[in-house]
Structure formats: structure tokens, C-alpha cells
């Protein structure tokens, strides 16, 4: 059974860098041919694709993201790790780890077959 589990501190300030790391146990983050995902929800809103990692390494960013956003990974640990640069009181939502068998640029639930449970960040000055 695949597990994803999220971390990292719940507050951020503004302009300050968001990171999240999200442990999988159960499966290898490098196993043909699963990609691995930040998706968020910003209260009151829907789902978002944020970016991810395949794996081989290979990352994909939302459009609205690219010139904030960064996704790696440590294999040794089994983990990939979010880092959202500048961040507003807009970027406050919950945020998921999850993942899909093959590259998704969407946030459709279907689309992944393992969820985190999902971690709070809240943006506040």
C-alpha cells in the first residue's frame, strides 16, 4: 500500500519561500512510470495543479507557477520536495502530494490513484 504524507510548517510569511516535502513509503518515487504531484486548494476554490516530478527526474510546472515554483526530489529518502518562492495571502490553501501513473497536468482526482492527506499553509503578515 502507497502512502504519501506531507510536511512543513503551517505559517509562512509574505515574500517568504513555502516548503513542503512529501514522504512516499510503500513505492519507489523512481518506479517506470509514476509521476509525483503538488496539487493545492485554496479555500472556497477547486483544485490546482501546481507541478511535478516523474520518475526520472523530470519536472513540469504550472504555467501561472513557473517563475515561482521548484520541485526536487532526495531518492535516498524517498521524497520530493515543493518550494513556492514570494509568496501572497492568495497562495494560502491546503496542499496535497499525490500521484499518477502517467504525466498529469491536471487536477483532476481520477487522474492519481495515491493522495496525501493534505497539509494547511496559511499566508499571513
Known amino acids: 500500500q502507497v502512502q504519501l504524507q506531507e510536511s512543513g510548517p503551517g505559517l509562512v510569511k509574505p515574500s517568504q519561500t513555502l516548503s513542503l516535502i512529501c514522504t512516499v513509503s510503500?513505492?519507489?518515487?523512481?518506479?517506470?512510470?509514476?509521476?509525483w504531484s503538488w496539487i493545492r486548494q485554496p479555500p472556497g476554490k477547486g483544485l490546482e495543479w501546481m507541478g511535478a516530478?516523474?520518475?526520472?527526474?523530470?519536472?513540469y510546472y504550472s504555467p501561472s507557477l513557473r517563475s515561482r515554483i521548484s520541485i526536487s526530489r532526495d531518492t535516498s529518502k524517498n521524497q520530493f520536495t515543493l518550494q513556492l518562492s514570494s509568496v501572497t495571502p492568495e497562495d494560502t490553501a491546503v496542499y496535497y502530494c499525490?500521484?499518477?501513473?502517467?504525466?498529469?497536468?491536471?487536477?483532476?482526482?481520477?487522474?492519481?490513484?495515491?493522495w496525501g492527506q493534505g497539509t494547511q499553509v496559511t499566508v499571513y503578515s
Open positions: 510503500g513505492g519507489s518515487i523512481t518506479t517506470n512510470y509514476y509521476h
Open positions: 499525490a500521484r499518477s501513473r502517467t504525466v498529469v497536468t491536471t487536477a483532476i482526482r481520477d487522474e492519481y490513484d495515491y
Open positions: 516530478i516523474g520518475y526520472s527526474g523530470s519536472c
